[in-house]
């Protein structure tokens, strides 16, 4: 089973704090992803990465920075945190990339940000 | 206007009842289509593909409409273990394009 793990479920920050979210996976996948899950919104795309050290701005990347110095490991970083962005996260991996493949994104359990 | 648009519901139907209900999406040249399942507090996980033939598993089917731009989804014999939200999602290029999600909850 893939496994794709968040280093927290809820995390409390205060408004200009510098905040990392750690995201693991076990099953040697190539893509990572993180998204903000907000009410009627839905999932948006922050940032994705194909590989080590490469990382690709999503549809939302304002506020939020991005490293992967490991394949197993994506961490999303929120430089100067705000009361806007208080949001549930999700990491997620799938196994390949390309345009016209299909790849089951297998998400992690999600960290629910609050910024005060 | 959003890339995957979706009714969000709620859906309130009694055990064994069919529900359906569809998406839209806006860009047509859209590639690849999916139904993925939120449990309430939980990550998302793939219920299905779509395919341009429409396609079952077990009480699902799922349709694609490619001229129309909207996929479907009908659960059939409803069980309460199906309440949850119906993400619909679609695959443009290398990501994926989520929609808000469609609740239905199953009563007794």
């Known amino acids: 089973d893939v496994k794709v793990t968040q280093s927290s479920r809820y995390l409390v920050k205060r408004t200009g704090e510098k905040v990392f979210l750690e995201c693991v996976q076990d099953?040697?996948?190539?893509?990572m992803f993180w998204y903000r899950q907000d009410p009627g919104l839905g999932l948006r795309l922050i940032y994705f990465?194909?590989?080590?050290?490469?990382?690709e701005k999503g549809d939302i990347p304002e506020g939020y920075s991005v490293s992967r110095e490991k394949k197993e490991r994506f961490s999303l970083i929120l430089e100067s945190a705000s009361t806007n962005q208080t949001s549930m996260y999700l990491c997620?991996?799938?196994?390949?990339?390309?345009?016209?493949?299909?790849?089951?994104?297998?998400f992690g359990p999600g960290t629910r940000l609050t910024v005060l | 206007r959003k890339e995957v648009e979706q009714d969000p519901g709620p859906f309130n139907v009694p055990e064994g009842a069919t529900v359906a209900f569809n998406c839209t999406y806006s860009?047509?040249?859209?590639?690849?289509f999916f139904w993925y399942r939120q449990d309430c507090r939980k990550e998302p996980k793939l219920l299905m593909s779509?395919?341009?033939s429409g396609n079952e598993d077990g009480r699902f089917t799922a349709q694609l409409n490619r001229a129309s731009q909207y996929i479907s989804l009908l659960i059939r014999d409803s069980k309460l273990s199906d309440s949850a939200t119906y993400l619909c999602?679609?695959?443009?290029?290398?990501?994926?394009?989520f929609g808000a999600g469609t609740t239905v909850t199953v009563r007794a």
């Open positions: 997620a991996s799938s196994l390949l990339a390309g345009s016209s493949s299909y790849n089951e994104q297998f």
């Open positions: 099953m040697d996948h190539e893509n």
């Open positions: 990465s194909y590989d080590v050290k490469m990382k």
């Open positions: 860009n047509s040249a859209s590639q690849s």
């Open positions: 779509v395919y341009s």
């Open positions: 999602v679609v695959n443009n290029d290398y990501k994926l394009s």
